[in-house]
């Protein structure tokens, strides 16, 4: 069996690329995955898949032509406040997958938000219409228990994720603290002044060594090499595409203060104290689903010295995930799988 799978992929996105080598992870041994990227030569050797350019028309349906199943592989694809097109450009693959009559399958999906009445009215054509749905949040089965659609419920895919060891991160001074800061208009310039400003007196005071890791260098890169130079010797820029990896680096880490949802989730599911930096209802409904300390961006606070002393009270005396929670979410982020098996292998 030969399954289309369509997500950010492609475009450098640890977080998107996560989702991807999971999915690939999970799909049973006997389909053939076809992969729509933004780089297919690059999701071609990263991951050993036959891969097709996502932005060209023909080849996308030629591609749908070739297959038997569909796959909106994990993510906020269907949401309308970053960008008005990606529901429409991702629900209309699945329009066309459903209308060839292939099997199709909405897996490990952050539904919303959905500002306008027109994205709503897709989505709910487009989820159901689907052979099998998995979400991995109560907001968008909260939407789905809405809109009558039937679906499963597991935390994201990405907790289990298998992670890999990173080479030479041993060699690095200890202990070490992650920071995964992106491009956002919530991270205005004096907000970043002031994260930074927190950030060089957090060090100083538990001697710490910075982990600076862009998840997606188009948005992260500039960021970090921002922030580095106030944290000469003490710090290191640390740039890995490989999603294992990505994740392998929380191994050796003590804490992450993180933006980035998939920072947090690799963090939390190695063992890692996290504190969130939210810019996005994902963020904040990971943080109430496992208590996770944090700040919304827009209501960070303005004196660097309380962020700082509050990382620190944190960094001290703040719990990890324990290994039974880390392990129960890890199982249940199993049942993607499990709904993957039922919706290709059933005849």
Same mark, same amino acid.
Request: proline share 7%; glycine share 6%; aromatic share 8%.
């Given at each position: 069996?030969?399954?289309?799978?369509?997500?950010?992929?492609?475009?450098? $996105?640890?977080?998107?690329?996560?989702?991807?080598?999971?999915?690939?992870?999970?799909?049973?041994?006997?389909?053939?995955?076809?992969?729509?990227?933004? $780089?297919?030569?690059?999701?071609?050797?990263?991951?050993?898949?036959?891969?097709?350019?996502?932005?060209?028309?023909?080849?996308?349906?030629?591609?749908?032509?070739?297959?038997?199943?569909?796959?909106?592989?994990?993510?906020?694809?269907?949401?309308?406040?970053?960008?008005?097109?990606?529901?429409?450009?991702?629900?209309?693959?699945?329009?066309?997958?459903?209308?060839?009559?292939?099997?199709?399958?909405?897996?490990?999906?952050?539904?919303?938000?959905?500002?306008?009445?027109? !994205?709503?009215?897709?989505?709910?054509?487009?989820?159901?219409?689907?052979?099998?749905?998995?979400?991995?949040?109560?907001?968008?089965?909260?939407?789905?228990?809405?809109?009558?659609?039937?679906?499963?419920?597991?935390?994201?895919?990405?907790?289990?994720?298998?992670?890999?060891?990173?080479?030479?991160?041993?060699?690095? @001074?200890?202990?070490?603290?992650?920071? !995964?800061?992106?491009?956002?208009?919530?991270?205005?310039? !004096?907000?970043?002044?002031?994260? !930074?400003?927190?950030?060089?007196?957090?060090?100083?005071?538990?001697?710490?060594?910075?982990?600076?890791?862009?998840?997606?260098?188009?948005?992260?890169?500039?960021?970090?090499?921002?922030?580095?130079?106030?944290?000469?010797?003490?710090?290191?820029?640390?740039?890995?595409?490989?999603?294992?990896?990505?994740?392998?680096?929380?191994?050796?880490?003590?804490?992450?203060?993180?933006?980035?949802?998939?920072?947090?989730?690799?963090?939390?599911?190695?063992?890692?104290?996290?504190?969130?930096?939210?810019?996005?209802?994902?963020? $904040?409904?990971?943080?109430?689903?496992?208590?996770?300390?944090?700040?919304?961006?827009? $209501?960070?606070?303005?004196? @660097?010295?309380?962020?700082?002393?509050?990382?620190?009270?944190?960094?001290?005396?703040?719990?990890?995930?324990?290994?039974?929670?880390?392990?129960?979410?890890?199982?249940?982020?199993?049942?993607?799988?499990?709904?993957?098996?039922?919706?290709?292998?059933?005849?």
């Amino acid at each position: 069996m030969r399954v289309l799978l369509s997500g950010y992929y492609g475009k450098g $996105n640890g977080g998107d690329e996560a989702l991807l080598a999971t999915l690939l992870q999970m799909l049973p041994p006997s389909v053939t995955p076809v992969v729509l990227s933004g $780089n297919p030569e690059e999701t071609n050797s990263r991951y050993g898949v036959e891969a097709c350019d996502r932005m060209a028309p023909f080849t996308v349906l030629q591609a749908l032509r070739s297959c038997d199943a569909f796959i909106w592989g994990g993510g906020s694809l269907i949401q309308d406040t970053t960008s008005a097109v990606s529901p429409f450009y991702y629900g209309l693959i699945m329009t066309l997958a459903q209308k060839m009559g292939l099997k199709t399958i909405a897996w490990g999906q952050g539904i919303g938000p959905l500002r306008r009445s027109v !994205t709503r009215w897709l989505a709910q054509q487009n989820f159901g219409g689907c052979t099998k749905v998995s979400v991995r949040d109560r907001a968008s089965a909260a939407l789905l228990t809405d809109w009558q659609i039937p679906f499963i419920l597991a935390p994201d895919p990405v907790w289990a994720l298998q992670s890999k060891p990173v080479p030479g991160l041993w060699d690095l @001074p200890a202990p070490r603290v992650a920071v !995964t800061l992106r491009t956002h208009p919530q991270l205005t310039q !004096t907000r970043l002044a002031n994260l !930074t400003r927190a950030l060089v007196d957090f060090q100083k005071a538990t001697q710490t060594f910075i982990l600076l890791l862009p998840f997606q260098k188009s948005e992260d890169l500039e960021i970090a090499q921002a922030i580095q130079p106030q944290l000469k010797d003490v710090s290191k820029i640390l740039c890995l595409e490989e999603p294992e990896l990505l994740k392998g680096v929380f191994r050796g880490v003590e804490m992450a203060i993180g933006m980035r949802l998939h920072s947090l989730i690799m963090a939390a599911s190695e063992g890692c104290r996290c504190f969130a930096l939210s810019y996005d209802p994902k963020v $904040n409904r990971l943080m109430e689903d496992l208590d996770m300390p944090g700040w919304d961006l827009a $209501n960070l606070p303005d004196d @660097p010295n309380f962020i700082s002393t509050t990382w620190m009270e944190h960094y001290a005396n703040g719990d990890p995930l324990s290994s039974e929670k880390i392990q129960s979410l890890v199982d249940r982020a199993l049942i993607h799988r499990d709904v993957l098996s039922e919706a290709l292998m059933d005849d």
